[in-house]
């Protein structure tokens, strides 16, 4: 798919693979070195989302009328440099829970701001009858890193300490950086009617054209609420396995990246299926599997037994995923107009973060007071309803051109 497009999937691998390596490498800090309990681990990952959403709220407008690239290599300096800190302040002994939230923050308002430039980029670079494949392709490179990251990182934190993944995260995030810049050429400013400064209505494009579009408000509501419950869950449940159940890391490592060897599949079988089916009946077929399989995870035990359970049950949910998230990812952005690609992708992830943040923070405290079990429990019962946000609202009109890749 062009040179161009080569170097910007390498970068996305390298981020990916570092990201991966660092999965739940906060929470651990946070249990292993600092003490926390429940409630102050869904904190940490509550503010972090919180704010850091609030913070990018006014980047998105901003991005949409900036190069992409220079955004893109700017964000993963930020993310670089905010990660570093931590081992730094480690190894000088000074490392606290105050710090890592301060850190998840820049962390989150970087994630989003990129996401913003880089879907809008992709969008440009990519003709549209590609687009599922690029996305396709981006799909399988996360879950390949899923499957090997978390074991890795696991076992790396135990033979090196419990901040060596995030320095890897951190010079991930500086090769991806080197990536980017290494597509070279010359992008094109985008130009922008109504004067150069950013106006307040400018905010709130990106949610005005999601809601008033037949097909992606759906989609909206639906995608936001399940990512929300099931990344409710992943702080409760790391204190039950890590915790309660007593599972080592690297068994808390596999438990998480085995599975996503059915991401993989799911992302190389997205584009036959749509050809088979069509665009509408995989998102929708999918997109109601995907809220089957979480409730599984209530009934986790010790040993050998329970690390089967949670295993078969992220192997069921995440080929769903995997299948789902590049024919989603390809209908949004064929679905939004260039010119307000940055602001509607920035829009989704600030709601996204944002209910993922006041979810993560209700179910630590609903944690607290029941218990981590039960709180996983209630997150997969409400998931189990969302297929109903979704299922029959979707105008089949909005499928047809789309369905052809």
């Known amino acids: 798919m062009g040179r161009e497009f080569r170097w910007l999937w390498t970068a996305y691998a390298i981020s990916t693979f570092g990201t991966w390596l660092g999965f739940g490498a906060f929470p651990l800090i946070a249990i292993r070195v600092l003490e926390a309990g429940p409630l102050e681990v869904s904190l940490l990952s509550a503010a972090g989302l919180a704010v850091g959403a609030v913070v990018a709220v006014p980047l998105g407008p901003w991005v949409e009328f900036r190069r992409k690239r220079p955004v893109m290599v700017a964000m993963d300096l930020i993310r670089f440099a905010a990660l570093m800190s931590v081992p730094a302040a480690f190894a000088l002994d000074r490392l606290t829970f105050a710090q890592l939230v301060v850190v998840s923050v820049v962390a989150a308002a970087a994630d989003i701001t990129f996401k913003a430039a880089g879907g809008a980029y992709l969008k440009a670079l990519v003709p549209p009858a590609d687009l599922l494949v690029a996305n396709g392709r981006f799909e399988a490179t996360t879950w390949s890193a899923t499957v090997v990251g978390p074991p890795l990182g696991n076992a790396a934190l135990g033979l090196f300490g419990p901040v060596t993944t995030v320095a890897i995260d951190a010079i991930s995030y500086l090769l991806s950086a080197l990536g980017i810049r290494a597509i070279g050429g010359t992008e094109p400013r985008p130009g922008r009617t109504g004067g150069p400064r950013l106006r307040v209505g400018d905010l709130l494009d990106g949610w005005r054209y999601i809601l008033t579009h037949p097909a992606l408000r759906p989609l909206f509501f639906n995608t936001v609420l399940v990512n929300g419950l099931i990344m409710a869950t992943a702080p409760v449940l790391a204190v039950l396995m890590l915790d309660r159940l007593d599972f080592a890391p690297w068994q808390y490592g596999l438990a998480f990246g085995a599975p996503c060897i059915g991401g993989l599949i799911g992302a190389r079988l997205a584009q036959p299926l749509v050809t088979s089916f069509g665009q509408r009946r995989i998102l929708l077929t999918t997109g109601a599997l995907r809220a089957c399989w979480p409730l599984g995870l209530a009934f986790v035990g010790p040993g050998a037994a329970g690390l089967a359970l949670v295993i078969a049950v992220q192997f069921g949910l995440v080929a769903c995923m995997g299948v789902f998230n590049p024919v ?27 209910t993922i943040a006041a979810l993560t923070a209700l179910w630590g405290l609903l944690a607290a007071v029941t218990s981590p079990r039960t709180a996983i429990a209630i997150a997969g019962l409400l998931l189990l309803t969302t297929p109903l946000l979704l299922w029959g609202v979707i105008p089949s009109s909005t499928m047809h051109r789309t369905s052809r890749v």
Do not use: E
């Not at 990812?329 to 940055?342: E, G, M, S």
């Open 328 to 354: 989603f990812a390809t209908y949004r952005l064929d679905q939004t107009p260039t010119d307000r690609v940055a602001r509607t992708l920035s829009a989704w992830s600030v709601t996204s973060n944002a």
